[in-house]
Antibody
Framework: QVQLVQSGAEVKKPGSSVKVSCKAS????????ISWVRQAPGQGLEWMGG????????AYAHKFQGRVTITADESTTTAHMEISSLRPEDTAIYYC????????????WGQGTLVTVTS | QSALTQPASVSGSPGQSITISCTGT?????????VSWYQQFPGKAPNLLIS???ERPSDISNRFSGSKSGYTASLTISGLQADDEADYYC??????????FGSGTKVTVL
């Protein structure tokens, strides 16, 4: 059974960074593409970027290029998403979402991680 | 990349059918047969309903169906039930490993 388990909630100050993790089990990690999707309070879903572990290659939405870094560690079957220069408007639930390489829909989702940015 | 356009809300009575539209551009919905739909309940992660414009996973009720014409994809829920009350999002592949989600639609069962 596929499971994506994310790290716990974070409270950060503006200008700092946060790193959220997503541990995958029950999948062939190398061929499972992990994306990150965020949802601000009361708002819709927003795709941020994704990584294909087999290629260790990440793609980002234009809005997040330069401020978001997505990595994957095959040894621990864990993907990470780091956001730098945090702003209050980055307060959101961050989800990891998995898809099988070669398919273009998100089969599995993590439980979400709430990141709160406040001074 | 701008969000795909969905109606903010759609409502219907139990047993009725409702349709949620999702309008994109030639860069996303109109260029790929890769629209997916997700159902999200409050406080929960999204759940896949439809992939590849029209494909339904085996564990999803056949009351949910997807279609597409040009730049607009649609999700139809037939035989509307009280527990269909949720938020619904479309999502399209947009090339170069990128994706774009719709603005989301709140479905209310009257």
């Amino acid at each position: 059974q596929v499971q994506l388990v994310q790290s716990g909630a974070e409270v950060k100050k503006p200008g700092s960074s946060v790193k959220v993790s997503c541990k995958a089990s029950g999948v062939t990690f190398r061929s499972h593409v992990i994306s990150w999707v965020r949802q601000a309070p009361g708002q819709g879903l927003e795709w941020m970027g994704g990584i294909t572990p087999i290629f260790n290659s990440a793609a980002y939405a234009h809005k997040f290029q330069g401020r978001v870094t997505i990595t994957a560690d095959e040894s621990t079957t864990t993907a990470h998403m780091e956001i730098s220069s945090l702003r209050p408007e980055d307060t959101a639930i961050y989800y990891c979402a998995g898809r099988v390489s070669g398919y273009y829909h998100f089969d599995h989702w993590g439980q979400g991680t709430l990141v709160t940015v406040t001074s | 990349q701008s969000a795909l356009t969905q109606p903010a809300s759609v409502s219907g009575s139990p047993g009725q059918s409702i349709t949620i539209s999702c309008t994109g551009t030639s860069n996303d919905v109109g260029n790929y047969n890769l629209v997916s739909w997700y159902q999200q309940f409050p406080g929960k992660a999204p759940n896949l309903l439809i992939s590849g414009d029209t494909e339904r996973p085996s564990d999803i009720s056949n009351r949910f169906s997807g279609s597409k014409s040009g730049y607009t994809a649609s999700l139809t829920i037939s035989g509307l039930q009280a527990d269909d009350e949720a938020d619904y999002y479309c999502c399209s592949y947009a090339g170069n490993s990128a994706y774009v989600f719709g603005s989301g639609t709140k479905v209310t069962v009257l």
